[in-house]
């Protein structure tokens, strides 16, 4: 099967009346999960068992994001 990745429109989510793009609900989801696993962490009193805080915090950001991705629009 041929793909053209140039035929294919980005998908985009009704909110309300305007049309937002999929991969900006995707950040904002990421970054909702990243605070959400940090609260667990301080919760947790895991800080002293995990790496930097910034490293740790902007990959979890990232992972999160990727995986709403892949989990929603991976059509």
Not at 21 to 39: D, E, K, N, Q, R
Request: aromatic share 18%.
């Amino acid at each position: 099967m041929w793909f053209d990745p140039l035929s294919h429109r980005s998908p985009t989510i009704d909110i309300l009346g305007s049309y937002f793009p999929a991969w900006m609900i995707c950040i904002l989801s990421g970054l909702a999960l990243t605070f959400v696993a940090h609260w667990i962490i301080q919760v947790g009193k895991l800080e002293s068992y995990i790496g930097p805080a910034p490293l740790i915090n902007s990959s979890l950001m990232i992972i999160f994001t990727f995986a709403t991705w892949i989990l929603f629009y991976q059509n």
